[in-house]
Protein backbone atom coordinates (compact mmCIF):
# COMPACT_ATOMS: atom_id res chain seq x y z
CA UNK A 1 0.00 0.00 0.00
CA UNK A 2 3.07 2.13 -0.43
CA UNK A 3 1.53 4.27 -3.24
CA UNK A 4 -2.24 4.98 -1.09
CA UNK A 5 -3.28 8.47 -0.13
CA UNK A 6 -4.80 8.40 3.05
CA UNK A 7 -6.45 11.35 4.27
CA UNK A 8 -7.93 12.56 7.90
CA UNK A 9 -10.16 14.87 8.59
CA UNK A 10 -9.47 16.11 12.16
CA UNK A 11 -6.24 16.56 14.46
CA UNK A 12 -7.17 16.82 17.89
CA UNK A 13 -7.23 12.91 19.97
CA UNK A 14 -8.02 10.18 16.92
CA UNK A 15 -6.91 11.91 13.95
CA UNK A 16 -3.35 12.39 15.64
CA UNK A 17 -3.19 8.67 16.74
CA UNK A 18 -3.76 7.49 13.26
CA UNK A 19 -1.77 9.56 11.72
CA UNK A 20 1.00 9.09 13.50
CA UNK A 21 0.36 5.18 13.59
CA UNK A 22 0.42 5.26 9.70
CA UNK A 23 3.51 6.64 9.41
CA UNK A 24 5.17 4.50 11.83
CA UNK A 25 3.79 1.40 9.72
CA UNK A 26 4.43 2.63 6.51
CA UNK A 27 6.89 5.46 5.79
CA UNK A 28 5.91 5.98 2.37
CA UNK A 29 2.04 6.36 2.82
CA UNK A 30 1.03 9.92 1.63
CA UNK A 31 -0.77 11.21 4.77
CA UNK A 32 -2.64 14.33 4.85
CA UNK A 33 -4.45 15.76 8.05
CA UNK A 34 -6.86 18.73 7.68
CA UNK A 35 -8.26 20.37 10.84
CA UNK A 36 -10.52 23.28 10.56
CA UNK A 37 -9.66 25.28 13.85
CA UNK A 38 -6.04 26.91 14.26
CA UNK A 39 -5.58 24.69 17.27
CA UNK A 40 -4.47 20.66 16.86
CA UNK A 41 -3.36 17.51 19.25
CA UNK A 42 -4.16 19.14 22.36
CA UNK A 43 -5.69 17.72 25.66
CA UNK A 44 -8.85 19.29 26.00
CA UNK A 45 -9.69 17.44 29.61
CA UNK A 46 -7.16 19.92 31.00
CA UNK A 47 -9.42 23.09 30.03
CA UNK A 48 -10.79 23.39 33.29
CA UNK A 49 -7.59 23.53 35.23
CA UNK A 50 -6.56 26.22 32.63
CA UNK A 51 -9.35 27.87 33.50
CA UNK A 52 -8.62 28.22 37.34
CA UNK A 53 -4.63 29.14 36.40
CA UNK A 54 -3.66 24.96 38.00
CA UNK A 55 -2.20 24.45 34.12
CA UNK A 56 -0.91 28.21 33.73
CA UNK A 57 0.41 27.91 30.47
CA UNK A 58 -1.93 26.17 27.23
CA UNK A 59 1.29 25.44 25.25
CA UNK A 60 1.61 22.56 27.66
CA UNK A 61 -1.50 20.82 26.70
CA UNK A 62 -0.52 20.56 23.35
CA UNK A 63 0.52 17.12 22.35
CA UNK A 64 1.71 17.33 18.67
CA UNK A 65 3.42 20.48 17.06
CA UNK A 66 3.14 21.30 13.23
CA UNK A 67 6.66 20.29 13.10
CA UNK A 68 6.00 16.79 15.06
CA UNK A 69 3.36 16.46 11.76
CA UNK A 70 5.63 16.93 8.86
CA UNK A 71 9.46 16.46 10.39
CA UNK A 72 8.45 14.38 12.57
CA UNK A 73 6.41 11.92 10.94
CA UNK A 74 6.56 13.06 7.69
CA UNK A 75 2.59 13.80 7.62
CA UNK A 76 1.08 17.15 5.72
CA UNK A 77 -1.23 18.79 8.48
CA UNK A 78 -2.99 21.26 7.55
CA UNK A 79 -4.73 23.59 10.09
CA UNK A 80 -7.70 25.92 9.13
CA UNK A 81 -8.93 23.87 7.02
CA UNK A 82 -12.29 22.94 6.78
CA UNK A 83 -13.70 20.05 4.92
CA UNK A 84 -17.51 20.69 3.60
CA UNK A 85 -17.97 17.86 0.86
CA UNK A 86 -17.20 14.30 0.69
CA UNK A 87 -18.10 12.41 -2.62
CA UNK A 88 -17.41 8.63 -2.51
CA UNK A 89 -18.09 8.05 -6.25
CA UNK A 90 -14.68 10.34 -7.27
CA UNK A 91 -12.83 9.10 -3.92
CA UNK A 92 -12.23 12.86 -3.08
CA UNK A 93 -12.61 15.61 -0.84
CA UNK A 94 -13.82 19.60 -1.01
CA UNK A 95 -11.61 21.40 1.80
CA UNK A 96 -11.99 25.25 2.29
CA UNK A 97 -8.72 27.10 3.23
CA UNK A 98 -10.64 29.76 6.24
CA UNK A 99 -7.13 31.99 6.08
CA UNK A 100 -7.23 32.09 2.53
CA UNK A 101 -11.35 31.45 1.35
CA UNK A 102 -10.08 29.20 -1.02
CA UNK A 103 -11.56 25.65 -2.26
CA UNK A 104 -9.78 22.55 -3.62
CA UNK A 105 -10.30 19.23 -4.07
CA UNK A 106 -8.04 16.55 -2.80
CA UNK A 107 -7.96 12.36 -3.75
CA UNK A 108 -7.96 9.82 -1.15
CA UNK A 109 -7.89 5.95 -1.44
CA UNK A 110 -7.76 5.38 2.46
CA UNK A 111 -10.07 7.79 4.51
CA UNK A 112 -10.25 8.78 8.12
CA UNK A 113 -13.27 10.86 9.21
CA UNK A 114 -11.96 12.30 13.51
CA UNK A 115 -14.08 15.41 12.89
CA UNK A 116 -15.13 15.00 17.03
CA UNK A 117 -18.00 16.24 18.83
CA UNK A 118 -19.38 19.49 19.57
CA UNK A 119 -21.17 21.30 22.56
CA UNK A 120 -24.64 20.63 22.78
CA UNK A 121 -26.32 24.05 22.89
CA UNK A 122 -30.34 24.14 23.16
CA UNK A 123 -31.43 27.57 21.37
CA UNK A 124 -32.51 29.12 24.98
CA UNK A 125 -33.41 32.75 25.08
CA UNK A 126 -30.17 34.73 24.41
CA UNK A 127 -27.78 32.80 23.70
CA UNK A 128 -25.74 35.14 21.84
CA UNK A 129 -25.68 37.72 24.85
CA UNK A 130 -22.10 38.37 25.67
CA UNK A 131 -20.82 36.16 28.78
CA UNK A 132 -22.67 33.07 27.48
CA UNK A 133 -20.23 30.64 26.90
CA UNK A 134 -19.35 26.88 26.09
CA UNK A 135 -16.47 25.05 26.47
CA UNK A 136 -15.20 22.06 24.37
CA UNK A 137 -12.03 23.81 22.34
CA UNK A 138 -8.79 25.29 23.37
CA UNK A 139 -10.12 28.40 21.17
CA UNK A 140 -12.95 28.44 23.88
CA UNK A 141 -11.20 27.87 26.52
CA UNK A 142 -9.10 31.33 26.03
CA UNK A 143 -11.44 33.33 26.13
CA UNK A 144 -13.55 31.67 28.65
CA UNK A 145 -9.89 32.49 30.89
CA UNK A 146 -9.60 35.57 29.85
CA UNK A 147 -13.62 36.57 30.08
CA UNK A 148 -13.64 34.63 33.74
CA UNK A 149 -10.92 37.02 35.19
CA UNK A 150 -12.18 40.29 34.45
CA UNK A 151 -13.03 42.24 38.23
CA UNK A 152 -16.85 42.81 37.71
CA UNK A 153 -17.48 38.92 36.48
CA UNK A 154 -18.37 37.86 39.78
CA UNK A 155 -21.40 35.71 39.89
CA UNK A 156 -21.20 32.55 37.52
CA UNK A 157 -23.77 30.26 36.55
CA UNK A 158 -23.33 26.56 35.22
CA UNK A 159 -26.07 24.87 33.33
CA UNK A 160 -25.59 21.34 33.85
CA UNK A 161 -23.80 18.62 36.26
CA UNK A 162 -21.64 16.69 33.42
CA UNK A 163 -18.27 15.92 34.22
CA UNK A 164 -17.17 19.62 32.68
CA UNK A 165 -19.84 21.18 35.02
CA UNK A 166 -18.70 20.40 38.43
CA UNK A 167 -14.84 20.62 37.23
CA UNK A 168 -15.62 23.94 36.01
CA UNK A 169 -17.42 24.75 39.31
CA UNK A 170 -14.54 24.03 41.26
CA UNK A 171 -12.43 26.21 39.03
CA UNK A 172 -14.56 29.16 39.10
CA UNK A 173 -14.29 28.77 43.06
CA UNK A 174 -10.71 28.91 42.76
CA UNK A 175 -11.11 31.82 41.27
CA UNK A 176 -13.17 33.72 43.88
CA UNK A 177 -16.24 33.38 41.93
CA UNK A 178 -19.79 33.18 43.33
CA UNK A 179 -21.49 29.90 41.03
CA UNK A 180 -24.70 28.43 41.01
CA UNK A 181 -25.13 25.11 39.04
CA UNK A 182 -28.38 24.38 37.30
CA UNK A 183 -28.96 20.45 36.63
CA UNK A 184 -32.34 19.49 35.53
CA UNK A 185 -32.31 16.02 36.48
CA UNK A 186 -32.55 14.90 40.57
CA UNK A 187 -28.99 14.30 40.68
CA UNK A 188 -25.51 15.68 39.28
CA UNK A 189 -23.64 12.96 37.39
CA UNK A 190 -25.82 11.17 35.68
CA UNK A 191 -23.38 8.35 35.08
CA UNK A 192 -22.93 7.80 38.53
CA UNK A 193 -26.01 6.34 40.47
CA UNK A 194 -27.83 8.47 42.71
CA UNK A 195 -26.00 7.36 46.66
CA UNK A 196 -22.62 7.99 45.18
CA UNK A 197 -23.68 11.29 43.01
CA UNK A 198 -24.88 12.34 46.48
CA UNK A 199 -21.31 12.69 47.65
CA UNK A 200 -20.56 15.03 45.30
CA UNK A 201 -23.24 16.74 45.75
CA UNK A 202 -22.33 17.44 49.47
CA UNK A 203 -18.54 18.19 49.14
CA UNK A 204 -20.31 21.14 46.06
CA UNK A 205 -22.46 22.60 48.61
CA UNK A 206 -19.45 22.56 51.43
CA UNK A 207 -16.95 23.71 48.87
CA UNK A 208 -19.88 27.16 48.75
CA UNK A 209 -21.60 26.15 45.62
CA UNK A 210 -25.36 26.93 44.96
CA UNK A 211 -26.53 23.73 43.85
CA UNK A 212 -30.29 23.79 42.24
CA UNK A 213 -31.23 20.31 41.08
CA UNK A 214 -34.66 19.48 39.05
CA UNK A 215 -34.34 22.88 37.73
CA UNK A 216 -34.20 23.70 33.86
CA UNK A 217 -32.59 26.65 32.40
CA UNK A 218 -35.34 28.68 29.92
CA UNK A 219 -33.09 31.28 28.49
CA UNK A 220 -31.08 34.17 29.21
CA UNK A 221 -31.63 37.68 29.63
CA UNK A 222 -29.26 40.60 29.02
CA UNK A 223 -28.96 44.71 29.23
CA UNK A 224 -29.59 47.18 26.36
CA UNK A 225 -25.29 46.78 25.46
CA UNK A 226 -26.04 42.90 24.88
CA UNK A 227 -24.14 41.88 28.01
CA UNK A 228 -25.85 38.80 30.05
CA UNK A 229 -27.51 40.01 33.06
CA UNK A 230 -29.77 36.98 34.44
CA UNK A 231 -30.27 33.16 34.36
CA UNK A 232 -34.00 32.58 33.85
CA UNK A 233 -35.03 28.89 34.95
CA UNK A 234 -37.95 26.85 35.44
CA UNK A 235 -38.20 28.10 39.11
CA UNK A 236 -36.81 31.45 39.43
CA UNK A 237 -34.10 34.05 37.80
CA UNK A 238 -30.73 34.74 38.77
CA UNK A 239 -28.00 37.09 38.55
CA UNK A 240 -25.26 36.23 36.16
CA UNK A 241 -22.11 38.27 34.64
CA UNK A 242 -20.97 34.88 33.18
CA UNK A 243 -22.50 31.66 32.00
CA UNK A 244 -21.48 28.31 30.77
CA UNK A 245 -23.95 25.76 29.25
CA UNK A 246 -21.84 22.58 30.29
CA UNK A 247 -25.03 19.86 28.72
CA UNK A 248 -22.74 17.58 26.84
CA UNK A 249 -21.64 17.07 23.47
CA UNK A 250 -22.94 15.49 20.05
CA UNK A 251 -20.83 13.80 17.36
CA UNK A 252 -19.83 15.75 14.54
CA UNK A 253 -21.31 13.38 12.27
CA UNK A 254 -23.15 15.95 9.19
CA UNK A 255 -20.20 15.46 6.94
CA UNK A 256 -20.63 11.46 6.81
CA UNK A 257 -24.17 11.98 6.35
CA UNK A 258 -24.24 14.37 3.52
CA UNK A 259 -21.83 11.36 2.14
CA UNK A 260 -24.82 8.73 2.72
CA UNK A 261 -22.20 6.96 5.45
CA UNK A 262 -24.88 5.27 7.64
CA UNK A 263 -25.32 6.61 11.37
CA UNK A 264 -25.73 5.24 14.73
CA UNK A 265 -26.31 5.75 18.41
CA UNK A 266 -26.52 8.89 19.43
CA UNK A 267 -26.17 9.87 15.50
CA UNK A 268 -22.32 8.75 15.94
CA UNK A 269 -20.98 7.54 13.25
CA UNK A 270 -21.97 3.53 12.32
CA UNK A 271 -18.85 1.33 12.61
CA UNK A 272 -17.77 -1.97 12.97
CA UNK A 273 -15.23 -3.36 15.32
CA UNK A 274 -11.92 -2.36 12.52
CA UNK A 275 -13.79 1.39 12.68
CA UNK A 276 -14.61 0.76 9.35
CA UNK A 277 -18.02 2.10 8.27
CA UNK A 278 -20.66 1.30 5.85
CA UNK A 279 -18.29 3.02 3.12
CA UNK A 280 -15.56 0.93 1.95
CA UNK A 281 -12.08 2.17 2.46
CA UNK A 282 -14.13 4.87 4.73
CA UNK A 283 -13.20 4.49 8.58
CA UNK A 284 -14.31 6.83 11.44
CA UNK A 285 -12.49 7.26 14.99
CA UNK A 286 -12.91 9.46 18.29
CA UNK A 287 -15.94 11.55 19.56
CA UNK A 288 -17.70 11.58 15.97
CA UNK A 289 -17.89 7.54 16.11
CA UNK A 290 -19.74 5.00 17.83
CA UNK A 291 -17.87 2.60 20.40
CA UNK A 292 -18.33 -1.04 21.06
CA UNK A 293 -19.10 -1.84 24.77
CA UNK A 294 -17.69 -5.04 26.20
CA UNK A 295 -20.84 -5.68 28.43
CA UNK A 296 -23.53 -4.88 26.31
CA UNK A 297 -21.80 -5.97 23.64
CA UNK A 298 -23.15 -3.14 21.09
CA UNK A 299 -22.22 -0.04 20.47
CA UNK A 300 -22.96 2.85 21.95
CA UNK A 301 -22.14 6.57 21.72
CA UNK A 302 -19.41 7.44 24.92
CA UNK A 303 -16.97 10.08 23.35
CA UNK A 304 -14.03 9.95 25.68
CA UNK A 305 -10.37 11.12 25.18
CA UNK A 306 -8.66 7.61 25.86
CA UNK A 307 -11.52 5.80 24.01
CA UNK A 308 -10.40 8.43 21.21
CA UNK A 309 -6.54 7.58 20.83
CA UNK A 310 -7.31 3.86 21.38
CA UNK A 311 -9.74 3.89 18.30
CA UNK A 312 -7.33 6.13 16.05
CA UNK A 313 -4.58 3.92 16.56
CA UNK A 314 -6.81 0.45 15.40
CA UNK A 315 -7.67 2.90 12.41
CA UNK A 316 -4.44 3.93 11.43
CA UNK A 317 -3.52 0.33 11.71
CA UNK A 318 -5.79 -0.68 9.19
CA UNK A 319 -5.80 2.39 6.95
CA UNK A 320 -2.45 0.10 6.38
CA UNK A 321 -3.74 -2.97 5.29
CA UNK A 322 -4.43 -4.36 9.10
CA UNK A 323 -6.75 -6.12 10.77
CA UNK A 324 -6.82 -4.49 14.31
CA UNK A 325 -9.74 -4.78 16.10
CA UNK A 326 -11.06 -2.14 18.60
CA UNK A 327 -11.47 -4.25 22.53
CA UNK A 328 -14.26 -2.21 23.42
CA UNK A 329 -15.17 0.74 26.18
CA UNK A 330 -16.59 0.33 29.48
CA UNK A 331 -16.41 3.92 30.14
CA UNK A 332 -14.51 3.97 32.56
CA UNK A 333 -13.83 8.08 33.76
CA UNK A 334 -12.78 9.93 37.18
CA UNK A 335 -13.64 13.49 37.82
CA UNK A 336 -11.95 15.51 40.30
CA UNK A 337 -14.71 17.56 42.30
CA UNK A 338 -12.55 20.06 45.26
CA UNK A 339 -11.40 17.51 47.54
CA UNK A 340 -13.11 14.77 46.69
CA UNK A 341 -12.69 12.31 43.20
CA UNK A 342 -15.36 9.90 41.97
CA UNK A 343 -14.73 6.93 39.07
CA UNK A 344 -16.86 4.53 37.60
CA UNK A 345 -16.68 1.72 35.25
CA UNK A 346 -19.09 -0.55 33.41
CA UNK A 347 -22.82 -0.32 34.10
CA UNK A 348 -24.68 1.65 36.71
CA UNK A 349 -27.36 0.33 38.51
CA UNK A 350 -30.00 2.57 35.48
CA UNK A 351 -27.79 1.22 32.93
CA UNK A 352 -28.31 -2.45 33.97
CA UNK A 353 -31.92 -1.44 34.38
CA UNK A 354 -32.46 0.10 31.02
CA UNK A 355 -30.78 -2.96 29.51
CA UNK A 356 -32.94 -5.63 31.28
CA UNK A 357 -29.55 -6.91 32.44
CA UNK A 358 -29.84 -8.74 35.66
CA UNK A 359 -28.28 -6.99 38.17
CA UNK A 360 -27.57 -6.82 42.32
CA UNK A 361 -25.31 -4.60 43.99
CA UNK A 362 -23.19 -3.59 47.53
CA UNK A 363 -22.05 -0.46 48.67
CA UNK A 364 -19.45 -0.56 51.66
CA UNK A 365 -17.51 2.49 53.27
CA UNK A 366 -13.66 2.14 54.24
CA UNK A 367 -10.68 3.77 54.24
CA UNK A 368 -8.06 4.60 51.71
CA UNK A 369 -5.60 3.09 54.25
CA UNK A 370 -5.15 2.07 57.18
CA UNK A 371 -6.92 4.15 60.05
CA UNK A 372 -3.79 4.32 62.36
CA UNK A 373 -1.29 5.54 59.56
CA UNK A 374 -2.18 9.54 59.03
CA UNK A 375 -4.30 10.76 56.72
CA UNK A 376 -6.51 8.74 56.05
CA UNK A 377 -10.08 9.16 54.31
CA UNK A 378 -13.08 7.68 53.86
CA UNK A 379 -13.89 5.45 50.79
CA UNK A 380 -17.19 4.72 49.48
CA UNK A 381 -17.30 0.96 46.83
CA UNK A 382 -19.91 0.27 44.92
CA UNK A 383 -19.86 -2.95 43.06
CA UNK A 384 -22.33 -4.12 40.53
CA UNK A 385 -22.80 -7.49 39.88
CA UNK A 386 -24.97 -10.91 37.85
CA UNK A 387 -26.28 -12.43 41.58
CA UNK A 388 -26.81 -15.08 39.21
CA UNK A 389 -23.06 -15.62 39.24
CA UNK A 390 -21.58 -13.17 40.74
CA UNK A 391 -19.87 -12.03 36.96
CA UNK A 392 -18.76 -8.32 38.26
CA UNK A 393 -21.12 -5.66 35.82
CA UNK A 394 -19.53 -2.30 36.92
CA UNK A 395 -18.16 -0.61 40.13
CA UNK A 396 -18.10 3.30 41.14
CA UNK A 397 -15.77 5.12 44.05
CA UNK A 398 -16.14 8.22 45.61
CA UNK A 399 -13.06 9.39 48.11
CA UNK A 400 -9.20 10.60 48.26
CA UNK A 401 -7.25 10.29 44.98
CA UNK A 402 -5.15 7.31 46.69
CA UNK A 403 -8.23 5.13 46.95
CA UNK A 404 -10.23 5.78 43.67
CA UNK A 405 -8.01 4.68 41.31
CA UNK A 406 -8.75 1.20 42.37
CA UNK A 407 -11.46 1.75 39.84
CA UNK A 408 -8.63 0.55 37.30
CA UNK A 409 -9.02 -2.53 39.37
CA UNK A 410 -12.37 -3.18 38.61
CA UNK A 411 -11.79 -2.54 35.23
CA UNK A 412 -9.49 -4.72 34.60
CA UNK A 413 -11.59 -7.05 36.15
CA UNK A 414 -14.89 -6.97 34.47
CA UNK A 415 -12.31 -7.01 31.34
CA UNK A 416 -11.33 -10.56 32.32
CA UNK A 417 -14.75 -11.78 33.01
CA UNK A 418 -13.94 -12.03 36.43
CA UNK A 419 -16.59 -12.09 39.69
CA UNK A 420 -16.72 -10.90 43.06
CA UNK A 421 -15.19 -14.15 44.10
CA UNK A 422 -12.00 -13.81 42.16
CA UNK A 423 -11.99 -9.90 42.71
CA UNK A 424 -12.00 -11.07 46.26
CA UNK A 425 -9.47 -13.59 45.77
CA UNK A 426 -6.97 -11.29 44.14
CA UNK A 427 -4.04 -10.52 46.13
CA UNK A 428 -3.50 -6.66 46.49
CA UNK A 429 -0.38 -4.84 47.90
CA UNK A 430 -0.54 -3.42 50.91
CA UNK A 431 1.22 -1.24 53.04
CA UNK A 432 -0.11 1.18 55.69
CA UNK A 433 0.24 4.38 53.84
CA UNK A 434 -1.60 2.81 50.99
CA UNK A 435 -4.29 0.20 51.85
CA UNK A 436 -5.37 -1.69 55.03
CA UNK A 437 -4.83 -5.20 55.30
CA UNK A 438 -8.41 -6.31 53.84
CA UNK A 439 -8.45 -4.10 51.03
CA UNK A 440 -11.37 -1.97 50.62
CA UNK A 441 -11.89 -3.69 47.00
CA UNK A 442 -11.57 -6.88 48.85
CA UNK A 443 -14.18 -6.33 51.30
CA UNK A 444 -16.54 -5.13 48.82
CA UNK A 445 -16.46 -8.14 47.01
CA UNK A 446 -16.68 -10.00 49.82
CA UNK A 447 -20.16 -8.30 51.00
CA UNK A 448 -21.09 -9.50 47.26
CA UNK A 449 -20.70 -12.80 47.92
CA UNK A 450 -22.40 -12.48 51.21
CA UNK A 451 -25.27 -11.31 49.80
CA UNK A 452 -24.91 -13.75 46.79
CA UNK A 453 -25.46 -16.26 48.91
CA UNK A 454 -27.95 -14.84 51.65
CA UNK A 455 -30.27 -13.67 49.06
CA UNK A 456 -29.88 -16.27 46.06
Sequence with gaps: MNNQRAVIIGAVAAGGSA???????????????FEADQFFSYAACGLPYYISDVIKDYSSMIMRTEKD???????????????NELDLDRREILVESLAENKQ??????????????????????????????????????????????????RKIVIVGGSYLGLELAESFRALGKDVRLLEKMPQVMGSLDPDMAG?????????????????????????AKGKLRKAVSTRSSYEADLAVVALGVKPNSELAQN????LGAGGAISIDRRLQTSAP???????????????????????????????????????CGGNAVFPGTLGSAVVKVFDLLAARTGLSEKE???????????????????????????????LIFNPADGRLLGGQLVGSEKGVKRADIIATAISAGLTAGDLGEVDMAYAPPYSRVWDPLTVAANAAISKIRTAY
Design 259 to 262: AGIK
Design 199 to 223: LLEDELQHKGVVLHKNEALLGFEGD
Design 104 to 153: KKYPFDQLLLATGASPIMPRFEGMELEGVFALRTLKQGLSLKDFARKKDV
Design 69 to 83: FHAGAGAELYPRHRV
Design 352 to 382: ARANTIPFDSVTIKSLDHAAYYPGSRPLHVK
Design 281 to 319: GVYSAGDCAEAYHLILKQNVYLPLGTTANKQGRIAGENM
Design 19 to 33: AFKIKRINPEMEVKV
